[in-house]
């Protein structure tokens, strides 16, 4: 199963641009040839490349040089080199793929939605190729760190503006990673709570005001279990956006 193509000017130099890149040996790969190289009439001209299949062998090619030959080619087709920083198993069945690239803006995508599919065709693709089914995680320059003390602090101010003033806040889309970090930020909170609405991967996280003895701040409209689903809630903004947050006048900025 093709794990990687290049370009070279002949088989020798093929496979050794391959062995480079997925840093492994000759004998854990398989190369074809897509079509051969060229060095025009009778020796004379231009030289054209050739294109190679580099090939996985089952039971010799190991899972981390699939997965680099995978996302390599992936970014290939985008245009996007990349270089696979480190490889390592955070918890059981789940493997976090460190990325580096000079393109890791592109990479990343906005909210974080390209990654996300590059991560997804490369869990499809892998499970195809080794018939199993590790969960790949990727990162690029700490990427996933960043966003979740992002996130996490977004939950936290959120939060406050809530239990402050009684209006529920409805959060931007997210994914079930994402959405777990803004539950767990308020999971401790005796005065507001917070559920996930919508349908899909990507669902909002609702947080209101539970019924305590203190009032919220007169003027606002006091949010409980009860009457949770009678309320307004204005669409918040992306996530990511939380540098641009201002509590000015009771406003919530978002």
Known sequence: MQILEIQALGEKEALEE???ILGTSADTI???????SSGGF????QKTLGRYQINAIREKTSLAVIIRGVITTLLGHMGYSVTVQDYREVEEGKIMVDLESPFAGYIIGKHGRTLE??????????????????????DIENYRERR????????RKTGEYVARTGKSRLLDPLNPYERRLVHMALQDSDIVKTESEGNGVYKRVRVFRIATETPPEPGNEFVTEENIGNIHFEAGQD???AEDIEFKNEDFNR
């Open 18 to 20: 391959a062995q480079q």
């Open 30 to 36: 398989e190369l074809s040839v897509l079509q051969k």
């Open 42 to 45: 009778l020796g004379l001209g």
């Open 117 to 138: 599919a590059l991560q997804f065709m490369t869990n499809l693709v892998v499970e195809k190729i080794t018939q199993s089914q590790p969960k790949i995680l990727l």
């Open 148 to 155: 979740a003390d992002h996130l996490m602090e977004i939950a």
């Open 239 to 241: 996530p990511e956006g």
